[in-house]
C-alpha cells in the first residue's frame, strides 16, 4: 500500500473534501505497516474498497417555517460499509453539513462500530437544516419532511440511525413518529436514541459521555495516574457534553470549564446536580449558546470569543465537533500542564494538535474510541428491541463497563509502542480496520 498514491487518488475523485481526506489519511497513515504484511488484503484491494462508501443517498427536504415561507435543504444519508452488520449511524443536522462531513463521519463509524465488538456496519446522515432559532413546530416538520423521502432507504435489519449534533430524543421521536405513519411499520427498533416509553434504551442519552469517562479511567489506570481531583475542561453543551460532566463529577473529578460558539464559561467550583441539569436546558432552547450559564450561577464567568482550551486543566475533552482543538490550542494546552486529552467527539483534534500531544508524550485517544459508547448503547438498544423487552440501568451500564474494558484493550494490544507508549490512535485505527477488512475478505469481492 503506498499512502501517498491512494490519498492522491481520493483527492482526484473527491476534490476539497477535507474532512473525509483528513478522516482516510489518518486511517491509513496507522495501518500502513501492519497491511503490508497481509499481502491477501492487498490483493483483494481492501484498503481501495474500504474507503469509499457503499453508496450515498441524497435528497431534497422543503418544508414550511412559521412565517408561511417555503424552506429547501438537503438530506442525505451515507451508507458507508455493511462488511460486519447492517447500517448504523446518527443524523446531524447542522448549517455546515456536507457531503465531506458526512463521509467523514460514516467512514469513522465504521472502524468505531467495529471496536464495540457488536455487529454494526457504518452509516451517517443529516441535513444542512440548522435548528439554531427554530420553533419546536418548525423541528418537528423538518423532521417530518426529512423522514418522508429517508424512510425507503432504513430499516430495522438494513440501516438504523440515530442522533448526533442537532438531533436528539426529541427530534428522534417526531423522525420515528413519520417512520412508523409512512412505513406502517412498528417495531420499535428502527431508530435508536428513542424516549424511554417507546422502546429506548436506559443510559442511552448518557451512554456516550459515561462511555468516554470509562475509557478515560482506564487510560489513567494505566498510567498510573487517578481521575479523582482531575481539573476537565470541556467543549461544547449538548448531550455529550452533559454526560460527560455528570460522569466526571461522580468520579470527583472537577469540571471547570464547558464552551458554545459564543465563548467559555470558567467555572473554578465544579459542577453540582443543578448545574449539569441546566446544560440540557441550554441544549432545548435551541439558540446554541452557553452565556446564560453564568447568568444563572454566579460563580461562574463567561469569556466571549474564547475556547474552552484557554482554561488551565489537567484533562481536556473536547465533545463538540470535529477540528474543534488545533495546533495552537494544543500547544496552549501543554503549556498549561495538561497531561490527557481524549476526544469525545469525532475526529475533534486537528492532525496538528494530535501530533503536537503525542510528541509531548501525553495521554491522548482518539474519538472513534472514545465516544464508541454511544453508539455501543444503540447496539444494546436494538438488541433489547429485538428481544421486546427492557434491561435495568445497572444491566446497561455493566455492558457499556465492558465494551469500553475491551475497547481499551484493543487499543492497547495493538497501540503499545516498544517504550511503552500508547499510541491509541494507532490502536483503535489497527484494531477497527482488522475486522472490518477481514470480514470484507472473506465475504469475497462485491
Ligand atoms: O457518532 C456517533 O457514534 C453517534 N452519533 C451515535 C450513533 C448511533 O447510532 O448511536
Not at 446522515?125 to 423541528?139: L, R, T
Not at 489537567?314 to 495552537?328: K, S
Not at 454511544?374 to 434491561?391: F, K, P, Y
Not at 465492558?402 to 507508549?421: F, L, N, P
Request: with cysteine; proline share 4%.
Amino acid at each position: 500500500m503506498n499512502v501517498e498514491k491512494l490519498m492522491a487518488d481520493l483527492e482526484r475523485r473527491h476534490p476539497g473534501e477535507s474532512e473525509y481526506l483528513q478522516a482516510v489519511r489518518e486511517v491509513l497513515e496507522s495501518i500502513e505497516e501492519v497491511y503490508n504484511q497481509h499481502p491477501e488484503f492487498e490483493k483483494a484491494k481492501i484498503v481501495e474498497r474500504i474507503v469509499e462508501p457503499d453508496r450515498i443517498f441524497t435528497f431534497r427536504v422543503t418544508w414550511v417555517d412559521d412565517k408561511g415561507e417555503v424552506q429547501t435543504n438537503l438530506g442525505y444519508r451515507v451508507q458507508f460499509n455493511s462488511a460486519i452488520g447492517p447500517y448504523k449511524g446518527g443524523l446531524r443536522f447542522h448549517k455546515a453539513v456536507n457531503p465531506s462531513m458526512l463521509k467523514f463521519l460514516g467512514f469513522e463509524q465504521t472502524f468505531k462500530n467495529a471496536l464495540t465488538t457488536l455487529p454494526m456496519g457504518g452509516a451517517k446522515g443529516g441535513s444542512d437544516f440548522d435548528p439554531v432559532g427554530k420553533s419546536d413546530a418548525e423541528i418537528m416538520r423538518f423532521c417530518q419532511a426529512f423522514m418522508l423521502e429517508l424512510w425507503r432507504n432504513i430499516g430495522v435489519d438494513t440501516d438504523v440511525p440515530a442522533g448526533d449534533v442537532g438531533v436528539g430524543g426529541r427530534e428522534i421521536g417526531f423522525l420515528n413518529g413519520m417512520y412508523q405513519k409512512l412505513a406502517r411499520q412498528y417495531h420499535t427498533g428502527v431508530l435508536t436514541g428513542k424516549g424511554m416509553n417507546w422502546g429506548g434504551s436506559i443510559l442511552r442519552p448518557e451512554a456516550t459521555g459515561y462511555g468516554a469517562l470509562y475509557f478515560v479511567q482506564h487510560m489513567l489506570h494505566l498510567a498510573g495516574k487517578d481521575i479523582k481531583g482531575a481539573t476537565i475542561a470541556l467543549s461544547g453543551f449538548g448531550n455529550v457534553a452533559w454526560g460527560a460532566a455528570k460522569k466526571a463529577t461522580e468520579l470527583g473529578a472537577k469540571v471547570i470549564a464547558i464552551s458554545g460558539p459564543d465563548g467559555v464559561i470558567y467555572n473554578p467550583n465544579g459542577m453540582n446536580e443543578e448545574k449539569i441539569n441546566y446544560m440540557l436546558e441550554l441544549r432545548a432552547s435551541n439558540r446554541n449558546i452557553v452565556a446564560p450559564f453564568a447568568e444563572k450561577f454566579p460563580d461562574a464567568t463567561f469569556t466571549p470569543g474564547k475556547k474552552a482550551w484557554s482554561i488551565k486543566c489537567d484533562i481536556a475533552l473536547p465533545c463538540a465537533f470535529q477540528n474543534e482543538l488545533n495546533g495552537d490550542d494544543a500547544a496552549e494546552l501543554l503549556k498549561n500542564g495538561t497531561w490527557c486529552c481524549a476526544e469525545v467527539s469525532n475526529m475533534g483534534c486537528t492532525p496538528e494538535a494530535i501530533h503536537a500531544f503525542q510528541k509531548a508524550g501525553i495521554l491522548f485517544a482518539p474519538g472513534k474510541a472514545v465516544n464508541a459508547g454511544g453508539v455501543a448503547t444503540s447496539g444494546l438498544e436494538m438488541t433489547q428491541n429485538c428481544m421486546h423487552l427492557s434491561w435495568s440501568g445497572k444491566e446497561v451500564d455493566e455492558r457499556l463497563h465492558t465494551i469500553m474494558a475491551s475497547i481499551h484493550e484493543a487499543c492497547v494490544t495493538y497501540g503499545k509502542q516498544a517504550d511503552g507508549y500508547v499510541n491509541y490512535v494507532k490502536g483503535a485505527n489497527i484494531a477497527g480496520f482488522m475486522k472490518v477488512a477481514q470480514a470484507m475478505l472473506e465475504q469475497g469481492i462485491y
